[in-house]
């Protein structure tokens, strides 16, 4: 069945670093790939997709591009903050019902 | 963004009793509500999938009759954990989305959680 591995945390940065968080798949088909991310008390949120192979989602400074040849969909930043603390889960959704299957979550702490 | 509300945010209970949690979503109409529970350092496990006045889908090896789901209205699902045990403690997540299933395009927004503690 479908999967999603993505590295273990905690990742400790310190602000202004660059961040990278690995996630790989296993899917029949042609997945649907997201990063959801979780503040604090709150509920996920859908942070960047990308729909298709080659294509690149990005929001807030956050990209990660979908690499079919290496079923990859790694998260990176070019400088975090430290409001970017949180949990980090990605997800793949494919077949008709398109609910996505998640990875275990990756938690970042950026220190100022 | 659309806002998805759970009530309570924690429950502690004793063993043997019911709980139940309810989502709702608050700015929209969700055609479709999920269920997942979530174990320290795990990911989300779907539970079941409701469309609103038709029953439940449970993922296998949930038990329906354990952990009854009720999405009477287009903003409110139910989770009602019965008789509840230590075991089933846990940090349980509800999501909406407007469309139904198989539709790629349709996001869902998530709730913040209810943490039980089964004593």
């Known amino acids: 069945g479908d999967s999603v591995t993505q590295m273990e945390g905690p990742v400790t940065l310190s602000e202004e670093a660059f961040l990278t968080i690995n996630c790989t798949y296993t899917?029949?088909?042609?997945?649907?790939l997201f990063w959801y991310v979780q503040y604090p008390g709150e509920g996920l949120q859908l942070l960047l997709k990308a729909t298709k192979a080659d294509d690149k989602g990005s929001n807030k400074g956050f990209e990660a591009t979908y690499r079919k040849e290496t079923t990859s969909f790694h998260l990176e930043k070019g400088s975090v903050q430290v409001s970017d603390s949180a949990v980090y889960f990605c997800a793949l959704a494919s077949g008709g019902s398109y609910i996505p299957t998640f990875g275990r979550g990756t938690s970042l702490i950026v220190h100022p | 963004g659309a806002v998805v509300s759970q009530h309570p945010s924690w429950v502690i209970c004793k063993s043997g009793t019911s709980v139940k949690i309810e989502c709702r979503s608050l700015d929209f109409q969700a055609t479709t509500m999920f269920w997942y529970r979530q174990f320290p350092k795990q990911s989300l496990m779907l539970m079941a999938t409701?469309?609103?006045?038709?029953?439940?889908?449970?993922e296998q090896g949930v038990e329906k009759d354990k952990f009854l789901i009720n999405h009477a209205s287009l903003t409110l699902s139910t989770l009602t954990v019965t008789s509840a045990h230590p075991e089933d403690s846990s940090f349980y997540i509800c999501?909406?989305?407007?469309?139904?299933?198989?539709?790629?395009?349709?996001?869902?927004?998530f709730g913040p959680g209810t943490r039980l503690t089964v004593l």
């Open positions: 899917a029949t088909g042609y997945p649907s």
């Open positions: 409701s469309n609103e006045g038709s029953k439940a889908t449970y």
């Open positions: 999501s909406a989305r407007v469309g139904f299933t198989g539709d790629p395009y349709n996001e869902q927004f």
